[in-house]
């Protein structure tokens, strides 16, 4: 059976609005993407780490009650797992302060069997740390040789752009990687420091990238791939919270695409109408985590999707 790895940080995010706690929860973007896509059914592993502590305790126990495989996760006891204190303003956009204390060697995990028709995701901050640098290179390239389907989100925001000289060389070798790079326009404006959505995809290009698709927020979607464009607009959302959101947009893209059973060697067939479906999932998906404190799909919409897939089937 093939399988989803999502590779990422593993924080334990405290939520404030006006000065008050609101909510605690596991998070990182790549456990929030993993999240989502169990609360479907589907066979996902995540690969990360955290502490022997309190925090990370919450974490693991989560994550084994929302059925999230964690074979491939490393837990630590030099050092402590990351906190994040993320301030939620009257848009439901939030601004972060991390807290983090790693132990010297990090991410000493054990390595996945990958084979065709896997799917692996990664990206953040984590996917361009020198600290673990050579073992996400080793990932990486095991991944590609076994033709796994590889999607990559840089996610790459303001604080970040104090080290952009010295992030810039990996974040380029992470798109030759990738089949699919999908990020926001507020990433690659951080990168790239262009404006334009062709001349994003033109850098793309350059840099070895074939398949781009850049959400902007509340507003369009767009798909870009060699002669074809395709654009939606983003489903509407009650927005209570907009962390995740980015998050469960991957996780509606992987869903769509694993459960065609897309490789690699198909990926460029699908047409743009059949672009356009897969988006609209990937957005309903972050409309339905804009709508909450949580940063995953809830349960119920989870089982509207099961649902509603259940009834195409049959």
Not at 159 to 170: I, R, T, V, W, Y
Not at 225 to 249: L, V, W
Not at 275 to 287: D, G
Not at 293 to 301: A, K, P, Q, T
């Amino acid at each position: 059976m093939n399988r989803i790895y999502t590779i990422g940080e593993t924080v334990l995010d405290i939520i404030f609005r006006n000065g008050q706690i609101e909510t605690a929860m596991a998070g990182g973007a790549m456990l929030n993407t993993a999240v989502s896509l169990s609360r479907l059914h589907q066979p996902i592993f995540l690969l990360s780490e955290w502490g022997e502590d309190g925090p990370g305790e919450i974490i693991q126990n989560f994550l084994i009650s929302n059925e999230v495989n964690t074979s491939f996760c490393k837990t630590y006891d030099k050092g402590n797992t990351s906190i994040s204190i993320a301030n939620i303003d009257s848009d439901g956009n939030a601004t972060y302060t991390f807290y983090k204390n790693y132990p010297p060697q990090r991410f000493q995990i054990t390595m996945p069997n990958f084979e065709p028709g896997d799917f692996v995701l990664f990206g953040s901050f984590f996917s361009i740390d020198p600290a673990i640098r050579p073992q996400m290179i080793k990932i990486l390239n095991q991944a590609k040789a076994k033709n796994s389907l590889i999607i990559y989100d840089p996610n790459y925001r303001k604080n970040h752009l104090a080290s952009l000289l010295q992030s810039l060389p990996f974040i380029q070798e992470n798109i030759k990687f990738s089949h699919i790079i999908r990020g926001s326009y507020e990433d690659f404006q951080n990168i790239f420091g262009l404006n334009s959505y062709s001349q994003i995809f033109e850098k793309i290009q350059s840099l070895g990238g074939q398949l781009l698709i850049i959400t902007h927020g509340g507003e369009e979607i767009t798909l870009f791939k060699e002669g074809i464009q395709t654009r939606i607009a983003a489903a509407p959302a009650e927005i209570i919270s907009t962390i995740g959101a980015g998050d469960a947009f991957n996780a509606g893209l992987i869903y769509e695409l694993f459960r065609r059973q897309i490789m690699p060697e198909n990926l460029h067939k699908i047409a743009s109408c059949e672009w356009a479906e897969i988006l609209s999932v990937a957005s309903s998906f972050a409309a339905d985590t804009c709508s909450h404190y949580e940063n995953y799909i809830s349960y119920e919409f989870a089982k509207q999707i099961l649902f509603s897939r259940a009834k195409w089937k049959y």
